[in-house]
């Protein structure tokens, strides 16, 4: 389970340190609760002179026994460890013992140097573990049950005692709240706030999991119009060999024997269908694996742990039995029911021709085309969806921009005053690169979360309990605005005076004045907001006076949403702690002249002024554009995949279904010719007779496509589910598909001869 918190301002999945401790030594529901956090850019690992930045997260005792972690060499956490003051000791991955380690088993007891402290290296892990985030090393948390830490720093999961329902565990952690403010009382919480738990694997893949039902249902259909394909042929198949059921009949074969036969023929091509599927399948799943973006949820390195186990081969044989066995049974049953006549009846025209005699392989091709409308519906407003995120106005110019994060998780940066030393220092050694035009640090960037904080304006603050609202919370240096080139609306932006020494401001965005001050001509230059309202002392600030408001910036939903801007210098001590404990801090650096800056040289001054603090590596902030959409693609090519597919399988069904019918009319199409017409008439009433089922597929798609492309709502931007583009286009494209799948059988309509055809 994941341990959470739920107030006015939503869900909270990351928490405070004592909130950890009291439902860690009072919740009775859980078996082991942990804490854990992701470490920011990570540590640097200095071996051999040679420094190298690794992904670190900060365990609490009971995190590898939750998540079940194997220890190749050595051992996990002890509570001696865990405590405050523990002596300083890391557990290893796999990958990272063999990579830096060569695999040598004597490093467990060896000291290794992370940034500039000494770790006992105290175990391995097995190469199978891997978390999300992924780290190459775990340090112990040695969260202190006794600080005055009201910030949240941590996230943390419980595993269930046996017997315990969810409900029961909700409740269980519910009735700390008492518990928690008798031992906690300097610690305050939100009004309205209460603690709960939810299973962990629903907080992982939640906002996910509306595109897995939706890529689910899209292969439900490709499967299902690949069986009405099949259905179809063994319903043709079935007709062919009327002659040879109707000998075996006459011979003494039973109708349940023959049944039985035609469904072990039809499970034979599902099996064979199954097993060439999986193989397919492994190769599938590597290939999306590599495609997909890092925002969807995988587990273990890479995806390691996504293969295809026991579970997917059984699924695999379950569906394929029950496909042959469902799909085939119809066919199997209509060529059972067979007429001894048949020896001497040989002529096609006792076969069944045309659209009245063969409704029922009509209906499965009409069901094909509607189903492949639907999947090209679905694929048709993804694809708009990505094109409409590339190209709308993101509130902010990204040319020429590099990004670089770093953690400032250290002593000597636990001091707004410290970090702003860092800023200002770091700005004058970068004038000195050519190529550089503005600096600037931010706490996230845009199209990214930030933090959401509750405020109060100054003016209406006069009621007990009451805050006006919750916003999206950015600390910025002065020259962020001018880095992204953020239009200012009216009043002004931060400056360098804008510190410590001077008054409290803040700038909000278009979007929060349109929100919180509605009256035409409202002015809130000049007015006083309080942030952190009922957050307490560390993150709770004095009033803060609004400068100035800027335009509105797309944030990680592309949504524009209310903003409060604070400048750097100005954080509270608290906020600017919590912030480098589990966040770091981005550099924002512009090109001068349109020009890209060299990164190499910016990376250096980096280093160096801040003294070696890890940093991740430098990217551009279009490859932050493009992960912002990375996600949209990502389910636009599958969908358009999966109509592919089905729209080429629905134009064989089609295609196969006309062929049949012009072979089963073969004498009638000679005696029409016969008696005069044409060959364009020939070909005229083969394409009416496909362009009858197309149409019927068509009439019948449209309004499924229209009732079901609505669970895709959190799915798309800047469009409706009902986008007449879309629905126009998709109709246009199966409409042509039909005419070119029915083309074929037409012209080979045409080239009967007569003759032939009357002796047949």
């Not at 997260?57 to 460890?81: K, P």
């Not at 309205?192 to 962990?200: M, Q, Y």
């Not at 001509?521 to 800027?550: L, W």
Request: glycine letters at 10%.
């Amino acid at each position: 389970m994941q341990l959470m918190t739920v107030s006015q301002l939503g869900d909270q999945n990351v928490v405070s340190i004592p909130k950890f401790v009291v439902w860690r030594d009072m919740a009775s529901s859980f078996r082991y609760v942990a804490a854990y956090d992701s470490g920011g850019p990570g540590v640097n690992l200095n071996l051999g002179g040679v420094p190298e930045t690794i992904a670190a997260a900060h365990v609490s005792e009971d995190y590898f026994r939750i998540f079940g972690g194997d220890v190749l060499l050595g051992r996990t956490f002890s509570r001696d460890e865990d405590r405050p003051g523990g002596r300083r000791a890391a557990a290893i991955s796999y990958n990272l013992w063999r990579r830096r380690f060569g695999g040598d088993p004597t490093v467990v007891g060896r000291s290794i140097p992370l940034g500039h402290e000494s770790y006992t290296v105290i175990g391995v892990m097995a190469s199978g573990f891997a978390m999300d985030p992924p780290a190459d090393i775990w340090l112990a948390l040695q969260a202190d049950p006794n600080a005055a830490d009201p910030l949240s720093r941590v996230r943390v999961v419980g595993r269930l005692m046996p017997g315990i329902s969810l409900h029961e565990a909700q409740d269980d952690l519910d009735r700390t709240i008492p518990l928690f403010q008798r031992r906690y009382p300097w610690v305050p919480l939100l009004p309205l706030e209460h603690f709960t738990a939810i299973p962990l694997r629903d907080a992982v893949v939640g906002n996910v999991k509306p595109a897995l039902y939706l890529l689910i249902g899209a292969v439900g259909f490709v499967l299902l119009i690949s069986c009405a394909n099949v259905a179809n042929l063994l319903l043709a198949r079935s007709t062919r060999r009327a002659r040879e059921l109707a000998i075996r009949t006459a011979l003494g074969a039973q109708r349940k024997r023959l049944v039985r036969q035609l469904l072990t023929e039809s499970l034979m091509l599902a099996l064979a269908g199954g097993a060439a599927g999986l193989a397919l399948g492994y190769l599938g799943v590597r290939a999306l694996l590599a495609a997909s973006p890092g925002d969807i949820p995988r587990i273990g390195a890479n995806g390691s742990a996504i293969t295809l186990d026991w579970r997917v081969f059984l699924f695999t044989l379950l569906v394929s039995l029950a496909t042959g066995i469902l799909f085939g049974l119809l066919p199997a049953l209509t060529a059972s029911r067979t007429d001894v006549g048949a020896l001497v009846k040989d002529s096609p025209a006792q076969s069944g021709m045309g659209f009245r005699h063969n409704r029922g392989r009509a209906v499965l091709v009409v069901t094909e085309m509607a189903l492949a409308l639907v999947l090209l519906a679905g694929a048709g407003l993804l694809i708009r969806t990505f094109v409409a995120m590339r190209t709308v106005n993101r509130g902010f110019d990204e040319q020429n921009v590099l990004i670089m994060r770093m953690s400032l998780a250290s002593p000597q940066f636990q001091k707004t005053s410290e970090v702003g030393q860092l800023v200002r220092a770091t700005e004058h050694r970068m004038r000195n690169i050519p190529g550089v035009s503005v600096v600037a640090t931010t706490s996230a960037l845009p199209l990214e979360p930030s933090l959401t904080m509750p405020f109060a304006i100054h003016k209406y603050d006069q009621w007990l309990g009451r805050f006006d609202g919750a916003a999206g919370w950015r600390s910025v240096s002065p020259g962020y605005f001018d880095a992204f080139r953020i239009r200012l609306m009216r009043g002004r932006l931060f400056t360098d005076a804008d510190d410590e020494n001077n008054p409290p401001v803040a700038l909000i965005n278009r979007m929060m004045l349109k929100k919180f001050w509605p009256e035409i001509e409202a002015n809130p230059i000049g007015e006083f907001i309080t942030i952190g309202k009922f957050m307490g002392k560390a993150v709770e600030e004095a009033p803060r006076q609004i400068i100035g408001v800027v335009a509105d910036v797309r944030d990680s939903a592309f949504t524009r949403e209310p903003t409060i801007y604070v400048p750097a210098a100005q954080v509270s001590n608290g906020m600017n702690a919590r912030n480098n404990a589990v966040l770091p801090i981005t550099w924002v650096i512009r090109g001068s002249g349109g020009m890209p800056v060299a990164s190499a040289a910016i990376q250096d001054e980096l280093r160096e002024v801040s003294g070696g603090m890890p940093m991740e590596r430098a990217k551009s902030m279009h490859e932050v554009v493009a992960a912002s959409s990375a996600r949209a693609q990502f389910y636009m090519m599958l969908l358009t995949i999966f109509a592919g597919i089905a729209l080429l399988l629905a134009a064989v069904g089609l295609y196969g279904v006309m062929s049949y019918s012009v072979q089963q009319r073969t004498q009638e199409i000679g005696i029409r010719m016969a008696l005069g017409a044409s060959g364009e008439d020939i070909r005229g009433m083969v394409l009416w007779q496909g362009a009858r089922l197309a149409l019927l597929g068509i009439l019948v798609g449209i309004p499924t496509a229209l009732a079901m492309t609505r669970v895709m709502v959190s799915m798309i931007f800047g469009i409706t589910t009902w986008d007449p583009v879309v629905f126009i286009t998709v109709t246009v494209l199966l409409s042509v598909v039909a005419v070119i799948a029915t083309h074929l059988p037409s012209r080979r309509a045409t080239g009967v001869d007569p003759a032939t055809a009357l002796r047949a």
